[in-house]
């Protein structure tokens, strides 16, 4: 029965060959994959995920949604929600993805 900790799915099982010819299961964490934009799905720049990554101040950006959503859909977040505060637009004309950012903007 493998350990406590090993029986969750965090830890990747590695089938291995020893050189004695013996079969055996070797554990190893999984590697994490790359923050993307929230809105557009694509990688997020400037964002250190490496095993020197110390606390997640100095991993994301320390704009506003720095670590959520690209520079260019954070710039066009901004745009939409000061046409809506302005009166230029309604939140009903607004995509799905950028709606719930562009409130949390408005009530910022």
Request: aromatic letters at 4%.
């Amino acid at each position: 029965m493998p350990k406590p900790m090993h029986r969750s799915r965090s830890f990747r099982r590695l089938n291995r060959v020893t050189r004695s010819g013996k079969h055996v299961l070797h554990y190893e964490r999984k590697k994490a994959s790359m923050p993307h934009c929230a809105i557009c799905r694509t990688e997020l720049n400037g964002i250190n995920i490496g095993p020197n990554a110390k606390g997640r101040s100095r991993r994301s950006n320390s704009r506003i949604f720095g670590g959520v959503l690209c520079a260019s859909c954070t710039a066009e977040v901004v745009k939409l929600a000061s046409r809506i505060e302005n009166g230029e637009m309604r939140v009903n004309d607004i995509g799905t993805r950028q709606k719930a950012f562009v409130l949390q903007m408005i009530a910022h």
